[in-house]
């Protein structure tokens, strides 16, 4: 079965600065990963996906994701953050070899920005 | 750009009474998905549905839980006899068929309060 990791409840960092929010995964076959943001009392947004190609995937609101298979990992990344970004940070992921229809969401990473 | 609506935004209701939970997917979408959250922490997988009959479901899908496409537009959660314990935030989702790699489209969300 499937499952993800987020190491971190809560990253701090200061307005400009870099951000990283931590993803690893496990899966049986090639893993499709994504991030979803959370903002107070709304649903989940889809920020960004990986499915096969470059490493590194861009997506909504200036953020990538770099893809390791090495480290089986996925983690987030904006190279400047902003106070707007502080919000719930959800990695996830679909078995490709199960092809389970269901995908799995990590405990999810508080993102606060200092301004 | 098309959203995914749930109603009611909240719903309180007393140990032991049936609640059910009203979601309007996408209109294109085919496959539909039922996730809980509680206290704002990890999302939880409850249920996919496909082609009118449930395609996967949790250990946390019992047979408290059903779920229902009456009318080709809606799409309910029904928890039977509901417990203090099944008080959740209680998101739906959809997603298009075509590729495995489509991402979820969430609605903001059922507040359940069981007192």
């Known amino acids: 079965a499937q499952s993800v990791a987020q190491p971190e409840d809560q990253v701090n960092v200061a307005e400009g600065n870099p951000l990283t929010v931590k993803c690893t995964y496990s899966?049986?076959?090639?893993?499709?990963l994504f991030w979803y943001v959370q903002y107070p009392n709304r649903g989940l947004q889809f920020l960004l996906k990986?499915?096969?190609?470059?490493?590194l995937v861009k997506g909504s609101y200036g953020f990538e994701a770099e893809f390791n298979k090495s480290q089986t990992s996925f983690h987030l990344k904006k190279p400047s953050a902003l106070v707007s970004d502080s919000a719930l940070y959800f990695c996830?992921?679909?078995?490709?070899?199960?092809?389970?229809?269901?995908?799995?969401f990590g405990k999810g990473t508080r993102l606060h920005i200092l301004p | 750009e098309p959203e995914v609506t749930q109603t009611p935004s909240h719903q309180v209701t007393q140990m032991g009474q049936e609640v059910i939970l009203r979601c309007v997917p996408i209109?294109?979408?085919?496959?539909f998905y039922w996730y809980r959250q509680i206290l704002g922490q990890k999302v939880e997988f409850l249920v996919s549905?496909?082609?009118?009959?449930?395609?996967?479901k949790s250990e946390i899908f019992d047979d408290q839980f059903s779920v229902e496409r009456p009318d080709g537009s809606n799409f309910t959660l029904k928890i039977r006899s509901t417990k203090l314990e099944d008080s959740a935030m209680y998101f739906c989702?959809?997603?298009?068929?075509?590729?495995?790699?489509?991402?979820?489209?969430f609605g903001n969300g059922t507040r359940l309060t069981v007192t």
């Open positions: 989702a959809s997603t298009l068929p075509e590729t495995d790699n489509s991402p979820l489209h």
């Open positions: 899966v049986s076959g090639n893993p499709y």
């Open positions: 990986y499915i096969t190609g470059d490493n």
């Open positions: 996830a992921v679909r078995d490709l070899m199960n092809r389970d229809d269901k995908i799995i």
């Open positions: 209109s294109n979408h085919l496959y």
């Open positions: 549905f496909y082609n009118n009959e449930i395609s996967e």
